[in-house]
Antibody, heavy 117, light 107 residues
Framework: QVQLKESGPGLVQPSQTLSLTCTVS????????VHWVRQHSGKSLEWMGR???????SYNSAFTSRLSISRDTSKSQVFLKMNSLQTEDTGTYYC???????????WGQGVMVTVSS | DIQMTQSPASLSASLEEIVTITCQAS??????LAWYQQKPGKSPQLLIY???SLADGVPSRFSGSRSGTQNSLKISGLQVEDIGIYYC?????????FGTGTKLELK
């Protein structure tokens, strides 16, 4: 069955770089896009960016040039890297599979990231 | 960016009651609208896509409708398992934006 699972450090120091991995199973990254979505505690959801099935990427301009998404299709993994982290970047980070149209039909469990010294 | 204004922010309803949540887009998004349910400590789950299409495995008491730039999610007969936070999302253009959420509680 379709599964996505995020992994990465739970604690990152301010100004440092966040690196997260989304490991997928049950589908191919060359057939489906994968998105990254963030949620601040008790708040709504924020779309960060997308790895398209052809390897192209799209980003939310709110993250300017801080964000980078890449993948390793042989390992069925999508990576998120975001630099210059601040306390406002604290939250839960999800990866989600794209269904037809830019909807998110399967989500990972999320990984909680705290930015603190 | 397209703004999604969702109302109400919170809602208390009784079992079997009919519940309606609305979501207003700041510009025309056509039918590019989804609804998600999020239970405490869990990931969001897709309920409705394309404004009116039910996602796989979602009970038929959930339905979506659209009138111009206003979309609505209706639960026809609230059940205990429907308690949670509901979000709308526009899929018309990036950045894909979400509503602020509606917290649904049992009265």
């Amino acid at each position: 069955q379709v599964q996505l699972k995020e992994s990465g450090p739970g604690l990152v120091q301010p100004s440092q770089t966040l690196s997260l991995t989304c490991t997928v199973s049950g589908f191919s990254l060359t057939s489906y896009s994968v998105h990254w979505v963030r949620q601040h505690s008790g708040k709504s959801l924020e779309w960060m960016g997308r790895m398209w099935s052809d390897g192209d990427t799209s980003y939310n301009s709110a993250f300017t040039s801080r964000l980078s998404i890449s993948r390793d299709t042989s390992k069925s993994q999508v990576f998120l890297k975001m630099n210059s982290l601040q306390t406002e970047d604290t939250g839960t980070y999800y990866c989600a599979r794209n269904s037809g149209g830019s909807y998110f039909d399967y989500w990972g469990q999320g990984v909680m990231v705290t930015v603190s010294s | 960016d397209i703004q999604m204004t969702q109302s109400p922010a919170s809602l208390s309803a009784s079992l079997e009651e009919i519940v309606t949540i609305t979501c207003q887009a700041s510009q025309d998004i056509g039918n590019w609208l989804a609804w998600y349910q999020q239970k405490p400590g869990k990931s969001p789950q897709l309920l409705i896509y394309g404004a009116t299409s039910l996602a796989d495995g979602v009970p038929s008491r959930f339905s979506g409708s659209r009138s111009g730039t206003q979309n609505s999610l209706k639960i026809s007969g609230l059940q205990v398992e429907d308690i949670g936070i509901y979000y709308c999302q526009q899929a018309s253009s990036a950045p894909y934006t979400f509503g602020t959420g509606t917290k649904l509680e049992l009265k």
